[in-house]
């Protein structure tokens, strides 16, 4: 595939140019021409005015996609304990089978050693079917031992999805058994369709694409693979149209778990495997649970950032005290650092460090410019102020004004019953809508 | 005879300097400098650690992409590294993980014997972290990725894999693939001898046909994976504003908002 520049349609207008991620269009003469750093994103086709530039497809039967059915789960577990991540694919993979067919399953591939307590807990999330891999030499994870088996069983069964979770092991595993089997792989993926129907509905609620073109190929079930991609400012959806099976690795609190029924039941596979111990090259001396060691303000997945509304340099004690409740990280607006309540280390925004955790916590910062551009495009803001006008509010994802000394000390106590409190606000929902 | 490092690298748009214009909701990218790879200057470091402990060690830097690339590999020799290749060719353009490491994996045979590559855990634009176990695969040598500390015996290795909950302790031989994190070292500066010394240096450019790679495992056409769609994210409006009555409730009104959006 590639993308072309219609000569007879393009006035030189370079819109295309300022708008490609990768400056690989160049203005030569006249037109618009596109250079050696294309990526095929497809960005200008969408942006081109005059309808311009096309990608030029090319197909190939030369693999039998035909033959691979079902959804397979890699089901992660360390130590005998299934990771949760893996419970959340087994859910997503159940939304993708149905959307498939009715004859599509979706299928944990439990890798391990003596796993027989987890296979229950595995139908009552949803599987179909359960693949069981086990061995002693399985026990703890190593790259050649479950690349090895994954890709005999993957070959044997021929699953038309693979899916894993975007772990540290996953990210280790899925390279390998893709690159063993040829064929493609998407990582990190923070959403999945295989209907075109929903993947437009997604992009129209979510982007300001176009999706006319996509339309007219509503028959399309490739998988299509949405992901991030540099550093998290545009997003990408990638697909594997001529090799099978399409593999992702999805990141890990993205998707949802199916409600939990121990009186559902599955089939088990047990599979036969071949590994030897000479397969296996490298040695786990140990294995060391740690607790996470304070991360840095760019790495923090979590930010509790104090401001002016602190009143004083002990405000940040609290701060502290939040953050460490949460597993987060002591942020501060430029005025607290100003005041000398707190070290420059800490400043968030245009001259302190620009951040974008999954939640960023402004307490008592009103949301000067400076500090939104250094923390604007994190995940999700919450921002605590006594005034209900200040800048902050515009762009928090939510809000609530009030006096941060008697809000935060709440958040902390209630921190852990969240899930509690989820669920029950969503029982009380289904019963007001069936009252 | 000393050992033979190769360290893959890879040139990149520093991406924590890419903006959105708000009102087109584009990416600005003027003004958007091209660095060396984060993690691969991490990768880069352990070799020129080993070098410092061992003088007889040659390190080469391997890189694949346009011929401004160049200048990355510049600032490697600058650091320390012996040697610099660059894959570039108008027929490797497009190539996606899989194709990228068929193509790398193709340089390093190219070269002949090693002892360990070390490669960067991800490059900051595609965040895969896929080529590194790719071009291992590739070569049917073993891997250790997420690399944290790293200590030599002989021709073992023994390193700390980082884990989310912990770490593992790995032991195994060479010749193997590391893949670096930053909590590995802290990279140094090129010096002003270094940049002398490297400005002199050629560096090789190698084509698709010299690497003597299978053109159809290599770019655009071959690679498994296209992109379908990309598209910046819609500006999100205004937020909700929490309601509640007294501190307690508005406290749980957010956690169960929080809880909904799957990021608690």
């Known amino acids: 595939m590639a993308i072309k520049v219609l000569e007879e349609k393009c006035t030189g207008c370079g819109v295309c140019i300022d708008d490609c991620p990768f400056e690989a269009i160049d203005m030569v003469g006249d037109f618009a021409v596109i250079n050696d750093k294309c990526t095929v994103c497809s960005q200008c086709i969408e942006t081109c005015p005059f309808d311009a530039i096309i990608r030029t497809d090319e197909e190939d039967d030369e693999h039998d996609i035909s033959k691979y059915k079902d959804v397979w789960v890699y089901i992660e577990q360390r130590d005998g304990k299934i990771m949760n991540v893996a419970l959340e694919l087994l859910g997503e993979g159940r939304r993708l089978s149905r959307e498939i067919g009715e004859d599509c399953n979706v299928c944990g591939l439990l890798i391990g050693y003596e796993t027989d307590h987890l296979i229950d807990e595995l139908y009552a999330f949803g599987a179909d079917k359960v693949y069981q891999i086990d061995d002693p030499l399985l026990k703890n994870y190593t790259t050649d031992g479950y690349t090895k088996v994954m890709t005999d069983a993957i070959r044997e069964y021929k699953p038309e999805i693979v899916l894993f979770g975007a772990t540290h092991i996953g990210r280790d595993l899925a390279p390998r058994v893709a690159a063993r089997l040829d064929t493609g792989l998407t990582a990190d993926c923070t959403r999945l369709d295989v209907k075109t129907d929903t993947y437009i509905e997604y992009l129209e609620k979510n982007t300001t694409l176009d999706t006319s073109k996509i339309r007219e190929k509503t028959d399309d079930v490739n998988l299509k693979q949405t992901r991030p991609a540099f550093g998290g400012n545009i997003m990408a959806t990638i697909i594997c149209p001529k090799r099978r099976p399409q593999m992702a690795t999805v990141r890990p609190g993205v998707m949802q778990k199916a409600e939990r029924d121990d009186s559902r039941k599955g089939e088990l596979i047990k599979v036969n495997h071949k590994l030897s111990k000479s397969d296996i090259r490298t040695e786990v001396l140990e294995v060391v649970k740690a607790a996470k060691e304070r991360v840095s303000l760019t790495d923090a997945e979590i930010i509790c950032s104090g401001g002016r509304g602190l009143g004083d340099a002990s405000g940040f004690e609290l701060i502290k005290k939040f953050a460490d409740k949460v597993g987060g990280v002591v942020g501060s607006s430029r005025a607290a650092v100003d005041a000398g309540w707190i070290d420059h280390s800490h400043q968030v925004g245009q001259t302190g460090t620009t951040v974008k955790p999954k939640i960023y916590f402004a307490c008592g910062i009103s949301g000067a410019i400076q500090h939104l551009a250094g923390m604007q495009t994190s995940d999700i803001i919450v921002a605590i102020n006594k005034d209900p006008e200040a800048p902050i509010f515009e762009v928090a994802d939510f809000g609530i004004v009030g006096d941060l000394y008697k809000i935060i000390p709440q958040i902390i106590e209630e921190w852990d019953n969240a899930e509690a409190l989820y669920d029950e606000s969503t029982k009380t929902k289904s019963q007001t809508k069936s009252a | ?264």
């Open chain 2, 1 to 264: 005879m000393g050992l033979k490092i190769i360290v893959c690298a890879k040139q990149v748009p520093d991406t924590t300097e890419v903006k959105i214009d708000p009102v087109k909701n584009t990416l600005i990218r003027e003004g958007v400098p091209s660095i060396l790879n984060n993690d691969d200057a991490n990768a880069l470091e352990e070799a020129l650690r080993i070098k410092d402990k061992y003088p007889d060690t040659h390190i080469t830097v391997i890189s694949m992409g346009p011929l401004q690339a160049k200048d990355m590999l510049i600032e490697c020799l600058a650091m320390g590294a012996d040697e610099a290749i660059l894959a570039s060719d108008r027929k490797l353009g497009g190539s996606d993980t899989w194709a990228t490491s068929n193509a790398l994996a193709a340089v390093i045979r190219k070269l002949g014997h090693f002892d360990i590559i070390f490669a960067g855990r991800q490059a900051i634009d595609g965040d895969t972290a896929q080529v590194g176990p790719q071009i291992a695969e590739k070569l049917g040598i073993p891997q250790v990725t997420y690399v944290s500390e790293f200590e030599m015996d002989g021709d073992t290795i023994i390193v700390k894999r980082a884990l989310e909950d912990g770490y593992e302790r790995i032991r195994l031989k060479m010749p193997c693939m590391l893949t670096a994190i930053k909590e590995l070292n802290k990279p140094r500066y090129m010096t002003i001898g270094g940049i002398y010394e490297a400005t002199k240096k050629e560096i090789p450019v190698w084509t698709a046909e010299d690497i003597g790679v299978d053109l159809n495992t290599v770019g655009l056409e071959a690679s498994p994976t296209n992109v379908f769609r990309s598209f910046t994210p819609a500006p999100k409006g205004k937020g909700i504003m929490i309601e509640g009555d007294g501190e307690k409730e508005l406290a749980r009104n957010l956690l169960i908002n929080l809880k909904a959006k799957h990021v608690i």
